[in-house]
T-cell receptor, first 113, second 113 residues
Framework: DAKTTQPNSMESNEEEPVHLPCNHS???????IHWYRQLPSQGPEYVIH???SNVNNRMASLAIAEDRKSSTLILHRATLRDAAVYYC??????????????FGSGTRLLVRP | NAGVTQTPKFQVLKTGQSMTLQCAQD?????MYWYRQDPGMGLRLIYY???????DKGEVPNGYNVSRLNKREFSLRLESAAPSQTSVYFC????????????FGPGTRLTVT
C-alpha cells in the first residue's frame, strides 16, 4: 500500500486559514487522496477527497500537486471545533486491493482562541 | 438515518472471555469494515467485507472473527479475549470503490483485564 507522510502536529489561530500538508510520493495513478479527521473521543469523519483536480466542499478545500506526489488540505477559517487529528489516506480503485483505508498517525491540529 | 451504529459502547472482559461486537448501517452500503485504535495511534484495519457474503483479512486479523450477517450487519467476535485486545473498535461502511468515503460508527471501548 502506498504510504503518506504528515507532520505530527500543527498549530493555528482561530479564524485564520490552515494548510495541512501531506506527501505521498509513491502514489499510483488510480489512488484517490482522502482526508478524514477525528475529534477527541469520536470516530473518524470524512472531510474531502480528490483524484487529480483541486476540490472544494463546505468543510474544506483540497489542493493536489500537478505530479500528485503531495496534497494540502485547506481549512479556510479555523474554529475551535476544527481541533482534531487529520489523516491523509490513499485509497485505491475498486479492483485494487488497497481500496480499503490505511490510516497513518495523522497531524494533530491545535487551534488557539 | 442513524448512519452506522455500534453496540455496546463500553465493555470490560476478563482474559479468556468471548464477546461479539455488533455493527449495523442503514445507508445500503455494500462494504463494511472493522478497525481498532490503540491509544495515541491511528486506526488499523482488522477485517473488511467488500460485499454481502464476502470477508477478507486486514492488517491485524489475529484473534478475531467476523460475520457479514446481511447487507446491513457486520459483527466482530473475540473468541478468547487477551489484554492486547484492549482498544477502541470502530465499524465503518461505504460504497465500494476508491471514490467513496467511509462513514464511521461511534466506537466500542473494550478493556480486557
Amino acid at each position: 500500500d502506498a504510504k503518506t507522510t504528515q507532520p505530527n502536529s500543527m498549530e493555528s489561530n482561530e479564524e485564520e486559514p490552515v494548510h495541512l500538508p501531506c506527501n505521498h510520493s509513491t502514489i499510483s495513478g488510480t489512488d484517490y487522496i482522502h482526508w478524514y479527521r477525528q475529534l477527541p473521543s469520536q470516530g473518524p469523519e470524512y472531510v474531502i477527497h480528490g483524484l487529480t483536480s483541486n476540490v472544494n466542499n463546505r468543510m474544506a478545500s483540497l489542493a493536489i500537486a500537478e505530479d500528485r506526489k503531495s496534497s494540502t488540505l485547506i481549512l479556510h477559517r479555523a474554529t475551535l471545533r476544527d481541533a482534531a487529528v487529520y489523516y491523509c489516506i490513499l485509497r485505491g480503485a475498486w479492483m485494487d486491493s488497497s481500496y480499503k483505508l490505511i490510516f497513518g498517525s495523522g497531524t494533530r491540529l491545535l487551534v488557539r482562541p | 438515518n442513524a448512519g452506522v451504529t455500534q453496540t455496546p459502547k463500553f465493555q470490560v472482559l476478563k482474559t479468556g472471555q468471548s464477546m461479539t461486537l455488533q455493527c449495523a448501517q442503514d445507508m445500503n452500503h455494500n462494504s463494511m469494515y472493522w478497525y481498532r485504535q490503540d491509544p495515541g495511534m491511528g486506526l488499523r484495519l482488522i477485517y473488511y467485507s467488500a460485499s454481502e457474503g464476502t470477508t477478507d483479512k486486514g492488517e491485524v486479523p489475529n484473534g478475531y472473527n467476523v460475520s457479514r450477517l446481511n447487507k446491513r450487519e457486520f459483527s466482530l467476535r473475540l473468541e478468547s479475549a487477551a489484554p492486547s485486545q484492549t482498544s477502541v473498535y470502530f465499524c465503518a461502511s461505504s460504497e465500494t470503490g476508491g471514490a467513496y468515503e467511509q462513514y464511521f460508527g461511534p466506537g466500542t471501548r473494550l478493556t480486557v483485564t
